[in-house]
């Protein structure tokens, strides 16, 4: 069965990208850009959101990176990656329906999202 990341980049929108076999810490400093930061999900009113894992580079506000996600509690600036945790409490991708709806509620938080006329 194929497993899936999720990326998005700022004013683009997420995008599903195959996992690879290992998702070791090289592979996630690379998709986010530096220094890895996980951004706790628990909270999150989308369903889809409430148990993966969203990465993002944690000096991104410092890098002066712009804006990607905007939650009622957190501005995400910079390159985002999205995970799940196995049983062992390691990194692995996500099934396809599962990154899919992933992938549309990061767009719908996305921070450069436009509001539709009433």
């Known amino acids: 069965m194929d497993l899936y990341v999720v ?17 070791d810490l090289a592979y996630l400093k690379s998709r986010v850009g530096g ?23 944690e000096d991104a506000r410092a890098k002066g990176l712009e804006a990607n996600l905007k939650f009622e509690f957190d501005l995400v600036r910079g390159p985002v990656l999205v995970t799940i945790k196995n049983a062992k409490d390691e990194d692995r991708g996500l099934h396809r329906e599962h990154a899919e709806a992933v ?10 999202r436009r509001k539709r006329a009433s």
């Open 103 to 112: 992938a549309k509620a990061l767009n719908y938080y996305s921070a450069g």
């Open 7 to 23: 990326t998005k980049n700022p004013g683009e929108p997420a995008q599903l990208v195959a996992a690879p076999p290992q998702l």
């Open 35 to 57: 220094f890895v930061a996980v951004l706790q999900t628990d909270d999150f009113i989308a369903e889809a959101l409430q148990s993966i894992t969203l990465r993002m580079d």
